[in-house]
């Protein structure tokens, strides 16, 4: 269970802090970078970088949970 508290609604970014960052409606995790001294997030597979500096500027305080499956070990 991932509890992240932050939500952008223009770029559609869930974050718990700076290092998990969420892209929705996939719900997948974005790839972390530093390029010329500042951090961007970036989708797997993709060119296209968001900065951190854009994605806090529509920030919102609300609580959102993801659930993960659990992968039990056989022994």
């Known amino acids: 269970m991932i509890k992240l508290k932050y ?38 597979g993709s060119n296209q970088r968001i900065s951190y500096r854009q994605l806090k500027k529509g920030l919102q305080k609300k609580e959102i949970i993801i659930y993960e499956e659990l992968n039990l070990l056989p022994f």
């Open 7 to 44: 939500w952008n609604e223009a770029l559609q970014i869930a974050m718990a802090d700076w290092k998990t960052v969420y892209q929705f409606p996939e719900r997948e995790l974005m790839i972390k970078e530093i390029h010329q001294g500042n951090l961007y997030y970036r989708r797997c």
